[in-house]
């Protein structure tokens, strides 16, 4: 059923890693995320391997602060 799943645009893996950081920082401190990271959002709820990249980057990024 991912068929249904999907979305006029999408982005891909190595899109959606590119722009982690960015989107991570902004969840971190509570700023909304803008339109232009819906898409690294949309992406991280379908991909398990790149929201498993994402839960260790938000755990470096806390271990920071």
């Known amino acids: 059923m991912l068929v249904v ?3 006029d645009v999408e ?5 959606c890693l590119a722009q982690v950081v ?3 920082e902004r969840q971190l401190v509570g700023h909304e995320v803008p339109e232009a990271l ?3 959002e949309h992406h ?3 991909c398990p391997e ?3 990249e ?3 980057l938000l755990d470096a990024l806390r271990a920071e602060t």
């Open 11 to 15: 982005i891909g893996c190595d899109d």
């Open 50 to 52: 790149c929201h498993e």
């Open 38 to 40: 819906r898409l690294v």
């Open 5 to 7: 799943e999907t979305r």
């Open 54 to 56: 994402y839960e260790a």
């Open 44 to 46: 991280l709820q379908d």
């Open 22 to 24: 960015d989107y991570a």
